[in-house]
């Protein structure tokens, strides 16, 4: 398997984006797909996670009523919609893949996609 994620930018505080991750490869029937971010400075923090099946086991808190996360199966794609971004939403964004979901911790994921930057100005 692997991923491809894109869709980071530059946005002001308030504002919103969309990154998608596309899996390619033989990806297993129960997969979860997430994401992270890594702020500079900081270690990587889970964002969200779903399932094959649309179940989304787990949020951050911090990021809960702003962010969402969809996946398009068909595609093999996952989305993470970011509304009312915050300067502290700034870090590299990372999707990664499980072949079945078993927690949010960044050992538990096996393939991780390259990151796509997020700046969030103040």
């Given at each position: 398997?692997?991923?491809?994620?894109?869709?980071?930018?530059?946005?002001?505080?308030?504002?919103?984006?969309?990154?998608?991750?596309?899996?390619?490869?033989?990806?297993?029937?129960?997969?979860?797909?997430?994401?992270?971010?890594?702020?500079?400075?900081?270690?990587?923090?889970?964002?969200?996670?779903?399932?094959?099946?649309?179940?989304?086991?787990?949020?951050?808190?911090?990021?809960k009523?702003?962010f969402?996360?969809?996946?398009?199966?068909?595609?093999?794609?996952?989305?993470?919609?970011?509304?009312?971004?915050?300067?502290?939403?700034?870090?590299?964004?990372?999707?990664?893949?499980?072949?079945?979901?078993?927690?949010?911790?960044?050992?538990?994921?096996?393939?991780?996609?390259?990151?796509?930057?997020?700046?969030?100005?103040?």
């Amino acid at each position: 398997v692997q991923l491809q994620a894109c869709g980071g930018g530059l946005v002001q505080t308030g504002g919103s984006l969309r990154l998608s991750c596309a899996a390619s490869g033989r990806t297993a029937s129960s997969n979860v797909m997430a994401w992270f971010r890594q702020a500079p400075g900081k270690e990587r923090e889970f964002v969200l996670a779903i399932t094959w099946s649309g179940i989304i086991p787990k949020y951050a808190e911090s990021v809960k009523g702003r962010f969402t996360i969809s996946r398009d199966n068909a595609k093999n794609t996952v989305y993470l919609q970011m509304n009312s971004l915050k300067p502290e939403d700034t870090a590299i964004y990372f999707c990664a893949y499980a072949s079945y979901y078993r927690g949010s911790f960044y050992s538990e994921y096996d393939v991780w996609g390259r990151g796509t930057l997020v700046t969030v100005s103040s």
